[in-house]
């Protein structure tokens, strides 16, 4: 019989780009404060990209980051995927193709997902079965964002808590369980579409002078109605996963939610009975950069020495579509 094969993050890396963007910047431009953005969302800054930079540059560089800490190159890569909800081009060609050339990876699939915030989990799913498949031995799973390019820097309920960023990861394979992605939850529920959306220059409402004068190309959020699902989905999420592996959640190293609200995170945490420093936090610093957000966290716990190889991480993420998904998972990288 032939050897089980599981699927293994085997590393991580992410690119945060320099420019900081402070709650003080923003009253500049709109009618807020440093106050009620940190008391409502804990964002106190977030990073936004150069304008000449786009999401694949930003994936490019955790990328290639993610590739030397898992001692592989470029040409080992077997394929190329990207959860990203601000792609460099509106319809083609994929951010995963630009970045696949930026790395010199040239024959090897290459293709974007549209999950909003729970995009990387979406792609943990979708590459866990490809590895386990035998499709594939080495999968590149990118979650990156310039969220600041699809932002209405007129509007204050949203223009506060987006930022840019990118994290990417090794997923390869393991003969351990122990060392696997041992189950990823997917979900989604189209009835509240409009709870998060572009409205505007897709197929629904085409690119016109209208579309632009009401400035329908940006995120548009009903924040109030998605804060109370976020909090009771991403807590019922955790409860299923753990009951459906038989773990208790003293077997979890570090909780790593989706970073989009800081009262977000603390009701979950304190709903689920996680100690504050099992909890991974970036959103003060880095504000919601969606499919990015959980990478870049795991990035930011491993560039602390807080996450080592055996570690046991439980992914949690929450966004638009509405999609939601969960993932119980060891590190295994060096
Ligand atoms: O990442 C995917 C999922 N996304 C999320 O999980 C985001 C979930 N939602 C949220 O994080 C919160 O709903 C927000 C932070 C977006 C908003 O907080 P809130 O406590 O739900 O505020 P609200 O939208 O109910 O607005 C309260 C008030 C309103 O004024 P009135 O109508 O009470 O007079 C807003 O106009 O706050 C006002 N407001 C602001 N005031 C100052 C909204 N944005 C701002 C602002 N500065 N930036």
Request: proline fraction near 3%; charged fraction near 20%.
């Amino acid at each position: 019989m032939e050897k089980l094969i599981y699927a293994s993050l085997k590393s991580i890396g992410a690119y945060i780009p320099s420019k900081i963007v402070t709650n003080d910047d923003l009253s500049k431009i709109v009618d807020t404060s440093d106050e009620w953005i940190t008391k409502r969302t804990g964002i106190k800054e977030r990073r936004f990209a150069e304008k000449n930079e786009a999401t694949s540059d930003l994936a490019t560089k955790a990328a290639k980051l993610a590739i030397a800490r898992a001692n592989l190159k470029p040409s080992d890569i077997d394929a190329i995927i990207v959860a990203t909800i601000s792609p460099d081009y509106f319809c083609m060609p994929s951010t995963a193709c630009v970045v696949a050339h930026n790395l010199g990876i040239i024959g090897k699939p290459a293709f974007d997902i549209s999950a909003a915030c729970s995009g990387f989990i979406y792609l943990i799913y979708l590459a866990k079965s490809l590895i386990e498949s035998r499709a594939h031995k080495n999968i590149l799973v990118i979650g990156a964002e310039k969220l600041s390019s699809i932002t209405d820097m007129q509007d204050r309920s949203t223009c506060i808590l987006f930022g840019d960023g990118a994290g990417a990861v090794v997923i390869g394979t393991t003969d351990d369980k122990n060392l696997s992605i041992l189950d990823v939850n997917c979900a989604s529920n189209g009835q509240y579409q409009d709870f998060l959306m572009t409205p505007g220059c897709g197929s629904r409402n085409p690119t016109n002078d209208k579309v632009l004068q009401e400035r329908l190309q940006f995120i548009k959020m009903k924040g109030n109605e998605i804060f109370k699902l976020a909090v009771k989905t991403l807590t019922q999420d955790v409860v299923e996963i753990l009951e459906k592996n038989a773990l208790s959640k003293d077997s979890i190293d570090f909780f790593i939610p989706h970073q989009a609200n800081l009262r977000i995170i603390s009701a979950v945490g304190e709903a689920l009975g996680f100690p504050k420093e099992k909890i991974a936090l970036t959103v003060q610093k880095y504000g919601n950069t969606s499919a990015a957000s959980i990478p870049m966290a795991i990035n930011e716990l491993y560039e602390e020495g807080r996450i080592k190889q055996g570690s046991k991480l439980l992914l949690d993420a929450f966004g638009g579509g509405l999609t939601w998904g969960s993932a119980i998972l060891a590190f295994n990288g060096q």
